[in-house]
């Protein structure tokens, strides 16, 4: 973090270092050419951003936490983290979650699967190029401060496909 040149979703042929943050980089002694050149540079890479409101955000209140016969002390177990992050769980999100659920057991359960872990899989010169940028009661009228908090050079940096959700029915990409 302590360079604005290392980011997910820079281009580049990381020969030296992990400038794009993919796990991707050195050369391949034997061709002369970067790693990330032979595996990525003929791939589709892009990153995944959401923009929005609690959809995006992945508001979730969980179910144990209102059944007072399934309490127990794991119930509470991850309360602060819960609290801390406005019952928000972007890093499950349906655009950028890339967590498994049972790290949130017994409050979240289940499968995870978004878009940006679909295309990791895919392709992993994706690798940690997800950006959810998801505020609990936004409005259509916050786009221009979340395009501003929307970290992406049109000119240097790989594509991105970016969803825009202002209320949990409606979304569009782009």
């Not at 991850?78 to 769980?89: T, V």
């Not at 967590?99 to 994706?126: E, F």
């Not at 000119?155 to 202002?166: E, M």
Request: aromatic letters at 10%; proline letters at 5%; one cysteine or more.
């Amino acid at each position: 973090d302590s360079s604005a040149t290392v980011y997910p979703g820079r281009s580049g042929n990381d020969t030296t270092f992990d400038g794009n943050c993919n796990g991707i980089w050195g050369v391949n002694n034997v061709s002369g050419r970067s790693y990330e050149s032979e595996l990525c540079g003929n791939s589709t890479a892009m990153g995944v951003a959401t923009l929005g409101d609690s959809a995006s955000a992945h508001f979730r209140l969980p179910q144990d936490i209102f059944e007072a016969a399934n309490m127990n002390a794991a119930t509470f177990a991850n309360i602060l983290d819960f609290i801390s992050d406005e019952a928000d769980w972007p890093m499950l999100s349906w655009a950028t979650g890339h967590q498994p659920t049972d790290k949130y057991a017994p409050s979240v359960t289940g499968p995870m699967q978004s878009v940006y872990s679909m295309i990791n899989d895919l392709n992993k010169c994706n690798h940690r190029d997800y950006q959810n940028i998801g505020v609990n009661g936004a409005n259509s009228q916050n786009l221009p401060a979340w395009l501003d908090m929307l970290a992406r050079n049109q000119v240097a940096d790989k594509p991105i496909l970016a969803f825009f959700c202002h209320d949990w029915q409606r979304c569009v990409w782009q």
